[in-house]
């Protein structure tokens, strides 16, 4: 049976407050998941939605297919630029923690990905819209600690 994934990731200033918002079917089953942080980037949160989409699957060797409004995400993936990336040890890419999460799901799954537009009647992009701009406005978020990490690195001088 095939998974299929809708995912969305937003974020009110980039970088800001941010969330992912996902909706998974499979049959007759539907799954909604989405969550907030209080500093993140708009492509960290497209990013992550896959990831904690994949994180979510508990059948190994699913047929998954991603729908995503995110061209750097479908992209990178469709394009293989993230496998360069990895045979390069992400230098000077972004998102690099990231990334590396998603390889490690990514052999585990037969994944297609799929681009929409985005913010065009599609209603399971809606809804993924919907969760993760609500989740990016909860309060007491909390931090996106790699992304905080890293910035904090590079403002040291």
């Known amino acids: 049976m095939r998974i299929t994934i809708y995912t969305d990731g937003a974020s009110r200033g980039n970088p800001g407050p941010g969330g992912y918002g996902i909706v998974m079917m499979a049959g007759h ?3 909604e998941l989405s969550e907030g942080f209080r500093l993140t980037t708009n492509n960290r949160m497209e990013l992550l939605s896959v990831i904690v989409a994949l994180e979510s699957l508990k059948i190994p060797n699913s047929d998954v297919l991603i729908v ?3 061209k750097y995400v479908v992209d990178s993936v469709e394009k293989g630029w993230v496998f360069g990336w990895q045979k390069k040890n992400f230098v000077d890419k972004k998102n690099p923690d990231l990334w590396i999460r998603f390889l490690r799901l990514y052999s585990k799954h037969r994944i297609k990905f799929q681009w929409i537009k985005g913010h065009n009647n599609n209603p399971y992009n809606e809804r993924c819209d919907e969760l993760a701009v609500a989740a990016a ?6 931090p996106d600690v790699q992304y ?9 001088f």
């Open 137 to 142: 406005l909860q309060p007491d978020l909390p």
């Open 148 to 156: 905080e990490g890293s910035i904090k690195k590079e403002n040291l």
């Open 29 to 31: 089953h539907r799954k």
């Open 68 to 70: 995503s409004d995110s």
